[in-house]
Nanobody
Framework: VQLVESGGGLVQPGGSVRLSCAAS????????MRWYRQAPGKERELVAS????????NYVDSVKGRFTIARNNAENTSYLQMNRLTPGDTAQYYC?????????WGQGTQVTVSS
């Protein structure tokens, strides 16, 4: 199993960024995907999740209405569209999947929201 995140960077408050997670090594379309984040000095936090079909999506309260999780099963890729970003969204963002009872993580991508 391999998860590779991309798309992070420095963005101004109020701006937008889209993260991507390219997945391989497991049957992508049949597994829920998750995005977590971890800010310095804080615990890792589940931000959003999406079912295998994409029909069920869930978000932590702090990002509802601003973030959208999506997936393209034909391309084995999960996305996290992040809008109206605030400095509080600054964190390392990780893609996650549980496959055959083992939890896998990507290397993470840094998002820094600052003027």
């Amino acid at each position: 199993v391999q998860l590779v995140e991309s798309g992070g960077g420095l963005v101004q408050p109020g701006g937008s960024v889209r993260l991507s997670c390219a997945a391989s090594g497991f049957p992508f379309s049949s597994h829920p995907m998750r995005w977590y984040r971890q800010a310095p000095g804080k615990e890792r936090e589940l931000v959003a999740s999406i079912s295998g079909t994409g029909g069920d999506r869930n978000y932590v309260d702090s990002v509802k209405g601003r973030f959208t999780i999506a997936r393209n099963n034909a391309e084995n890729t999960s996305y996290l569209q992040m809008n109206r970003l605030t400095p509080g969204d600054t964190a390392q963002y990780y893609c996650n999947v549980i496959y055959q009872a083992i939890e896998y993580w990507g290397q993470g991508t840094q998002v820094t929201v600052s003027s």
